[in-house]
C-alpha cells in the first residue's frame, strides 16, 4: 500500500541550529501538506502546496519556515533558526484534491524533533 | 474558524467493552477524517467520511453533516485500541483542523 514516507525519524539539534524535515509523498498525489503537534496537543496545520508554490499557511509558518520540492520526490519542511519552541512531532502529508470535495489525507510516520 | 470539539476526552474501558466517540463542529465541512494516533505517535486513517456511514471490521462512523457531528463506534475493544482518537475537518481550504482528542485506555 503506497504510504507517507519521513526522514529522519528523531532529529535533536541546539537552538539556532537549521533544520531540514524530508518527506516524500504518495507518487499520485498533487497536494503537499505539514503538520506539527507539540507534545501532548492536538495536531496543527502549519502549511498546504500545490504546483510547486504555497496554497495556504498558518499564522505559525513565519518567515522561519520554507518549504520545497527540490525534485520530483522530495517535499521539504526547512527551520531556518530553531527555538526551542519547535519541538514537535512535525507530520507530512499528501493527498489527491477531488475537486469540489477535499481529498482523503494521508500521514507520514512523523519526524519528532528535540531543540535543546 | 471553525471549532472541533471531542467528547469524552478520556474513555477507560475494559477489554471487550464498546464506545462511541463524539465529534462536533461548527461550520459547513468538505471533509471530515478519523484518526488513531497510537503510543508510538503514528496517525493512522480510519476513516474518511465527509457524510454517510462507513463500516470497517470492529470501527464504524457516522457522520451527520447537516447538524454538525461524527461518531466513531468501537465495537469489542481490544487493548491495541489504546491511544488517542482525532478527528479533524476541513472546511474547502486545504487544510485539516484537528479536535483535542479522546485519549482511549483499554485494560485487560
Known amino acids: 500500500e503506497p504510504e507517507v514516507t519521513q526522514t529522519p525519524s528523531h532529529q535533536v539539534t541546539q537552538m539556532g541550529q537549521e533544520v531540514i524535515l524530508r518527506c516524500v509523498p504518495i507518487?499520485?498525489?498533487?497536494?503537499f501538506y505539514w503538520y506539527r503537534q507539540i507534545l501532548g496537543q492536538k495536531v496543527e496545520f502549519l502549511v498546504s502546496f500545490y504546483n510547486n508554490e504555497i496554497s495556504e499557511k498558518s499564522e505559525i509558518f513565519d518567515d522561519q519556515f520554507s518549504v520545497e520540492r527540490p525534485d520530483g520526490s522530495n517535499f521539504t519542511l526547512k527551520i531556518r533558526s530553531t527555538k526551542l519552541e519547535d519541538s514537535a512531532m512535525y507530520f507530512c502529508?499528501?493527498?489527491?484534491?477531488?475537486?469540489?470535495?477535499?481529498?482523503?489525507?494521508?500521514f507520514g510516520e512523523g519526524s519528532r524533533l528535540t531543540v535543546l | 474558524g471553525i471549532q472541533v470539539e471531542q467528547s469524552p476526552p478520556d474513555l477507560i474501558l475494559q477489554e471487550g467493552a464498546n464506545s462511541t466517540l463524539r465529534c462536533n463542529f461548527s461550520d459547513s465541512v468538505n471533509n471530515l477524517q478519523w484518526f488513531h494516533q497510537n503510543p508510538w505517535g503514528q496517525l493512522i486513517n480510519l476513516f474518511y467520511i465527509p457524510s454517510g456511514t462507513k463500516q470497517n471490521g470492529r470501527l464504524s462512523a457516522t457522520t451527520v453533516a447537516t447538524e454538525r457531528y461524527s461518531l466513531l463506534y468501537i465495537s469489542s475493544s481490544q487493548t491495541t485500541d489504546s491511544g488517542v482518537y482525532f478527528c479533524?475537518?476541513?472546511?474547502?481550504?486545504?487544510?485539516?483542523?484537528f479536535g483535542t482528542g479522546t485519549r482511549l485506555l483499554v485494560s485487560p
Open positions: 507518487s499520485n498525489h498533487l497536494y
Open positions: 502529508a499528501s493527498s489527491d484534491w477531488q475537486g469540489l470535495l477535499s481529498g482523503e489525507l494521508f
Open positions: 479533524a475537518v476541513d472546511t474547502g481550504f486545504q487544510k485539516l483542523v
